[in-house]
């Protein structure tokens, strides 16, 4: 990737000169669709980004929710997907590091990570192979820094055969004396590079994220992609906790896409002002490098932070404390954005330009056709063991147990519930944690779809007792200057905009990945959300059957099944409309919390991938089952979001609660035998947990 012609003549008119090749390198890497957001930007409009608790929103390293007035939430989302499909250990692992930092840049301390993945068809070996690398990076790298992995999302569908998605979000923990932001604060304070010494790796990241994958990427791309060290980062971890213990920054913000030019220029811009640099101050791990390498590497485990005069020297000190170093590399001044390089000015730009001057594409979009319904005839049995059996609904067990999720002592529901629930014993709340997608939605309805997943991910929180709070997204998409492809992927803009409104969650924070196209075609549009929501105390009801209860299932809508972007047609293939979504979801999202806190209720759990078969399968153990009945075998397999099943003493209560949030039909009762026994009209199946577990375990026997 090159500046463009038209980009460059842009550049040449408001610099009244030619630029230089440091310059011409950072225009091309800052206006990159990575940084620049050219053709998303005039879309994202349509989020509503404010609220009553919205500290900070997007526009930072990261967004600021308050739990209470002593307690904030950081929370921040990235993707590293073209890195790794290249080198899948050290793309994953680059990804959670960045993310961390993202989280340390607002003055926060991580306390939770989550990772969406997607990957091609898991019967195809290179799809295995970097699932295997990607997951093995996560874990290293998560496990090595002390932040625990407890919440995310598995799914494999043949589109992201030539370009898996790698999308990792985090929360941190801060307050108000503690926040710090990417603004620079007064001419006259110091620019100190904090961290490990700069290399070579990673050039050219930002715009290598802006372009279709080659064939040959996984060669010709290998120096894009940054190597990280997890033992500098928990190091930069507690080191940055000190800095902002003893009030030592002034502004701060992480080195990731076109590295300290990207950083640099980005902290003086929002604040309005510009700064001088010397890039040969800069600490470097390999001889020789020039003033362009410098300025646009990407090299791990860095932070460029804005101190006063007075405190450089405590600041040094801190980082020889552990280990690191910190160069005072320049200062913050009111003029341009000035680099030199050996004293020879090497940059020399208006630092808004440098990150705002990009020009918005026009694109146009093709809106998707409407399927037609072409369902194939399926047997009971067969279609139960297919779904239940199915990689994108079994058991993600192989992954979660690799990461450890009980550091930090917070994880109060671990991975394998719907969602996750952290202790915020500051606050004396509980925070649930959600994220994911299902790109078998967003291929068959690209609206509706990204509304499905705004919903589910807030059905998941609701059904542990939390509150949706806020939300970040990632949001991924082909080349968008294929008119159909950018159609879809202002469908699920527009949808998940639309669903987050609707359930009154502000979305604080996000990332867009374009460009996720590759010799094999465009991946599926996927509008991965991280939602976090609230609750008193850190109790939440359980997946699991107890054996003593009725079972109901809570809200949908009065329709007959329908079947689109369900696993079932994506097993045995045809088409359908995609399901009907309730028209007052926030009153949903809101009952389904309450109820699931009463007294009463001994197990919930959501509806979504692979329909009420994969609820009831999931909510199975040895020693308690289910007995219930359907109208149509369909039901069992209509991945309508916005449903719960909870097994409860008191079906009454639940009945009145629900009155005029959503319909309540009674499923059957719970036993303990172990089993799940299914009248569906004129067919019935009965499975044990035992056969279940066996089918469930997909993954992790192909894998162990």
């Not at 949030?661 to 719970?670: F, T, Y």
């Amino acid at each position: 990737m090159s500046l463009s012609d038209s980009d460059h003549e842009i550049v040449s008119e408001h610099l009244g000169r030619e630029p230089t090749q440091a310059e011409t390198a950072l225009f091309e890497n800052l206006w990159s669709e990575h940084c620049a957001y050219r053709s998303s930007r005039p879309l994202l409009g349509a989020f509503e980004t404010d609220g009553e608790n919205v500290v900070i929103p997007p526009g930072d390293d990261a967004g600021v929710v308050a739990l209470d007035e002593d307690t904030y939430i950081a929370m921040g989302i990235e993707s590293h997907n073209h890195p790794s499909y290249v080198d899948p250990f050290d793309g994953a692992a680059t990804g959670v590091g960045g993310i961390v930092r993202d989280i340390l840049s607002m003055g926060a301390y991580p306390i939770g990570l989550a990772d969406s993945l997607y990957f091609g068809d898991f019967d195809r070996e290179h799809s295995r192979y970097l699932f295997e690398g990607v997951v093995e990076g996560i874990s290293h790298y998560g496990n090595c820094i002390g932040v625990p992995t407890v919440a995310g999302s598995v799914a494999f569908h043949d589109d992201y055969e030539g370009n898996p998605l790698v999308n990792v979000a985090c929360v941190g923990l801060t307050n108000a004396d503690r926040l710090v932001t990417a603004e620079a604060q007064q001419p006259g304070n110091k620019l100190v590079l904090f961290g490990r010494e700069t290399g070579r790796d990673g050039m050219g990241g930002a715009s290598f994220a802006s372009e279709d994958l080659a064939e040959d990427a996984e060669t010709e791309d290998r120096p894009a992609v940054q190597v990280g060290d997890p033992y500098s980062e928990k190091l930069l971890i507690e080191a940055n906790e000190q800095l902002i213990d003893e009030d030592m920054i002034e502004s701060a913000r992480d080195l990731g896409a076109a590295g300290l030019g990207g950083a640099s220029s980005e902290l003086v811009a929002k604040g309005g002002l510009g700064a001088d640099i010397e890039l040969s101050k800069v600490h470097q791990r390999e001889p020789g490098m020039n003033g362009t390498e410098i300025l646009l590497s990407e090299s791990q485990e860095r932070m460029v932070y804005e101190v006063t005069p007075e405190n450089v020297e405590r600041v040094q000190e801190i980082a020889e404390r552990y280990e690191m170093q910190a160069s005072v590399i320049g200062e913050v001044t009111d003029g341009n954005y000035h680099c030199t390089f050996e004293g020879e000015t090497v940059v020399d730009a208006d630092a808004e330009f440098l990150g705002e001057g990009a020009p918005m594409n026009d694109l146009e979009h093709v809106e998707p056709p409407e399927p037609k319904k072409d369902v194939p005839e399926y047997d009971l049995d067969d279609a139960f063991e297919t779904v239940v059996g199915a990689p994108n609904t079994a058991s993600k067990r192989w992954v979660y147990r690799q990461y450890d999720h009980e550091v930090q002592v917070r994880t109060a529901t671990p991975p394998g519930d719907d969602a996750a629930l952290l202790a915020i014993r500051e606050a004396e709340q509980g925070l649930a944690i959600s994220s994911g997608a299902d790109p078998n939605w967003t291929t068959a309805a690209p609206y509706q779809g990204a509304q499905a997943v705004g919903l589910e991910n807030a059905t998941n929180i609701a059904a542990k007792g939390a509150t949706p709070l806020a939300a970040v997204d990632c949001l991924n998409g082909g080349n968008p200057e294929k008119p159909d492809v950018y159609g879809g992927f202002k469908g699920i803009v527009d949808g998940l905009a639309d669903m987050c409104r609707a359930i009154g969650v502000p979305v604080v924070g996000g990332n867009v990945s374009l460009y996720n196209d590759s010799v094999s075609g465009p991946i599926p549009p996927t509008p991965t959300l991280a939602m976090v929501g609230t609750k008193d105390g850190y109790d939440a009801p359980p997946m699991a059957l107890s054996g003593e209860g009725t079972l109901l299932i809570v809200g949908g809508t009065d329709d007959e099944p329908a079947l689109g972007g369900s696993e079932l047609l994506a097993r045995l293939g045809g088409s359908d409309r995609f399901p009907e979504l309730p028209t007052n979801p926030g009153e949903l999202i809101e009952t389904i919390a309450t109820v699931a806190d009463f007294e009463s209720t001994h197990a919930t759990h959501d509806v979504s991938h692979g329909g009420l078969a994969v609820a009831l399968a999931e909510m199975l153990t040895e020693d308690a089952g289910a007995a219930v009945s359907v109208d149509d075998p369909s039901t069992l397999f209509d991945e309508q979001p916005g449903r719960v099943v909870i097994e409860t003493t008191d079906p009454d209560a639940v009945r009145a609660a629900f009155e005029d949030a959503a319909p309540v039909s009674e499923l059957g009762v719970s036993d303990d035998t172990g089993a799940l026994s299914v009248d569906a009209g004129t067919e019935s199946l009965r499975v044990s947990a035992t056969s279940v577990a066996e089918l469930r375990s997909v993954i992790e026997a192909e894998l162990a």
